[in-house]
């Protein structure tokens, strides 16, 4: 059996952690809820019948759940670690992460960690905004055979990809000669390493005889692509309309 001192350390340590922590008797009966859980109580409380966390203490897990009993079922029969998202009362989704509770090789219940507690309307909206981020348009210009791609929200590793792959396509279809990446609309960065899949676009176009110019890149995406010691070979401007400036440059040189 666990001492004062380290149940008084599981308390600090679940305490500590910026997540909704429910720890469970081996059936499934909450035993004890963190701090944190007090924002998930406001949002889902009255679903349950409770205003405080403290009145979570008794209850089972799987009265979260739209179908008790399905939820019972899985619980007792899946193998621990277990990750799903589940329905609660058809009004959220939620995250759901449940781990064996061990002391001393002893196990004494379950560590429930709740993610993500989020209604379908948010939810959808979140997802809808996901895909509109991860769409690339490719945009026609004044000028013949010349494509502007902006790219707009959060920079992600996918979004990189993605875009490598459809403009190497377009510039197959349309017998582009110029694309122009237009970063300005950029919001947020979350790239880890697909940075180079740039470098690999640049490269890929040349091939094709096409260029890549880039237009408002942030202080924020340079730094990334240095650290990374990622070199584009493309032509790179504060603004989109200075890119063009450069391309009217370089049509009327042909001429």
């Known amino acids: 059996m666990e001492t004062p001192a380290e149940v008084k350390a599981y308390v600090q340590l679940f305490d500590s952690i910026g997540e909704n922590i429910f720890v469970c008797d081996n059936d499934f009966f909450i035993i004890w809820v963190n701090k944190y859980a007090d924002k998930l109580i406001e949002k889902i409380g009255s679903y349950i019948k409770i205003t405080k966390r403290e009145e979570l203490i008794g209850r089972h897990i799987k009265d979260f759940h739209v179908n008790p009993a399905k939820q019972e079922y899985i619980l007792t029969n899946v193998p621990f670690p277990y990750e799903t998202t589940i329905n609660l009362f058809n009004k959220f989704t939620a995250g759901i992460v449940v781990n064996p509770f061990m002391i001393h ?20 909206k979140r997802n809808k905004k996901l895909l509109e981020e991860l769409y690339t348009p490719i945009i026609e ?16 590793d996918d979004r990189l990809r993605i875009m490598k792959e459809t403009v ?6 349309r017998k582009g000669e110029i694309f122009i990446i237009d970063f300005t609309g950029v919001t947020g960065l979350t790239v880890n390493s697909y940075l180079y899949e740039l470098e690999s676009l640049a490269e890929g176009l040349g ?3 096409a260029k890549l110019m880039i237009a408002g890149m ?8 240095i650290q990374r010691n990622i070199s584009v ?8 309309k200075q890119a063009m400036n ?9 001429l």
């Not at 942030?218 to 692509?225: C, D, G, K, R, T």
């Open 168 to 173: 190497m396509i377009e510039c197959g279809k």
């Open 246 to 254: 450069d391309v009217l440059s370089i049509k009327n040189g042909k």
């Open 233 to 240: 070979n493309a032509r790179t401007f504060g603004s989109f």
């Open 207 to 209: 091939l094709m005889g």
């Open 141 to 156: 210009t004044p000028i013949d055979h010349v494509y502007m791609i902006p790219i707009v929200g959060t920079l992600t």
């Open 105 to 124: 090789n002893k196990h004494e219940g379950y560590v429930l960690t709740w993610k993500d507690v989020t209604e379908f309307a948010e939810n959808e």
């Open 218 to 225: 942030s202080a924020e995406l340079v730094q990334n692509l």
